[in-house]
């Protein structure tokens, strides 16, 4: 019975083709939107997530935060070597420790000149940080006890000071000082966040001493690694419990620092993402609606169409639930047509963005089975209304209609 059901309604369907179509249409466009959103908040939260792993391994980052002492606020960081070298020392959760303070500024060779982030390191940033030297050498223990005036370019900023010349053993110059390039960064590539090749290093105490002189070791930032992803809490915990001791905060006062982990951003980035996916899934899931209201019409205007013909086979020994059964098919195999069209658009419309834009998009399969069956329950829920009009139809009045 299904099937006979099924055959009369595809030659229906086929008998108003150009309509059908553009019934399936607002379907098509509804399931299409939900796939494609979910397939973008996949492929975000992936890249994303690979981004924050590119930083480095089991992170923890330490920022300074302004506190009120005495009435006096804290202009500058509270961050100091002396804390790193702390967190190194006592934190047995910890394998290893950076600091750097960064700022902008421009920097002038004499092939050009170009504005960048220009940081001061210590020795174990490229450890944590998982950057490497492509050419020339890094800074020696001597250079940066001395404060030498040195650097080391990433690949952005040595393309747009020398080009395709060699930049190793060349000077730039920031501010009133000229600096002695003694080698490249290997590239390490941009992500969302930066440009990672954008920048040029020098020891934190050059950076200190000339380019934004600080009191007392002080650093923006400190950067610790855990030893294994399992250690992260505990070396959190470790890390604010010495800094507390060495900042001397006493119990109930609130920290002068902010010590946050890779998950706690990458928790962050994901409360974001999935509050907008669930902005645009709302979205998406009212132009499904508006597509079943337009099942819903079209069936409608069906109904009263085909008055006649569904007296004729009323006539002939056809019960009202074949006539419901035959209406249920038809609204099903509009909304399944349209679902399946839908999936087939946002598949390609993916490969289009990701060729385009170069974003990353992952079609999930579990999101196109249940846009399909969201399309399916669509037409069902849409039809009912349609069906139980026209089985319902006196016989008798329906052969008289004109």
């Not at 020398?162 to 930049?167: C, L, T």
Request: charged share 20%.
């Amino acid at each position: 019975m299904i099937l006979t059901s099924l055959r009369i309604a595809l030659a229906a369907l086929n008998a108003q083709r150009l309509r059908s179509m553009l019934t399936a249409l607002g379907i098509m466009i509804g399931t299409a939107s939900v796939v494609l959103v979910v397939a973008l908040g996949t492929g975000a939260r992936e890249r994303i997530g690979a981004e924050i792993s590119n930083i480095g391994n089991n992170l923890i980052f330490v920022f300074s935060q302004s506190s009120a002492r005495s009435g006096a606020r804290l202009a500058q960081s509270n961050l100091t070597e002396g804390d790193a070298d702390s967190i190194r020392l006592d934190a047995p959760a910890v394998s290893a420790v950076t600091v750097w303070s960064t700022l902008k500024a421009r920097v002038h060779s004499e092939y050009g000149h170009h504005r960048t982030g220009v940081m001061g390191i210590d020795s174990y940033y490229f450890s944590v940080r998982g950057f490497s030297i492509g050419k020339g050498r890094t800074f020696s223990v001597s250079e940066e006890r001395s404060k030498a005036k040195v650097v080391l370019l990433g690949k952005s900023v040595k393309k747009e000071l020398f080009g395709d010349e060699p930049a190793t053993g060349h000077f730039v110059r920031i501010g009133p000082h000229a600096y002695r390039v003694i080698g490249e960064l290997a590239e390490k590539g941009r992500s969302s966040f930066e440009d990672q090749d954008d920048r040029l290093l020098m020891p934190i105490s050059t950076w200190r001493a000339r380019v934004s002189p600080a009191r007392g070791r002080r650093v923006q930032l400190i950067m610790a690694s855990a030893r294994t992803t399992a250690h992260t809490a505990q070396a959190q915990k470790q890390v604010t419990e010495i800094l507390r001791q060495r900042h001397r905060l006493r119990a109930g006062e609130p920290d002068d620092f902010i010590v946050r982990t890779q998950d706690g951003f990458r928790k962050a980035q994901n409360e974001i993402l999935d509050l907008v996916t669930n902005l645009l899934l709302s979205v998406a899931i009212v132009s499904l609606f508006v597509g079943g209201v337009g099942v819903m019409n079209i069936m409608l205007v069906g109904v009263a169409e085909r008055t006649r013909e569904i007296g004729v086979r009323m006539a002939i020994g056809a019960r009202p639930g074949d006539i419901l059964l035959q209406f249920m098919c038809e609204a099903a195999l509009l909304t399944s047509l349209g679902g399946l069209l839908g999936v087939l658009s946002a598949g390609a419309l993916s490969i289009l963005l990701q060729l385009t834009i170069g974003w990353s998009m992952k079609l999930d399969m579990l999101a196109v089975s249940i846009a399909i069956g969201t399309s399916l329950v669509v037409g069902l829920v849409f039809g009912i209304l349609p069906a139980r009009r026209a089985a319902r139809l006196d016989p008798i009045a329906a052969l008289r209609h004109e």
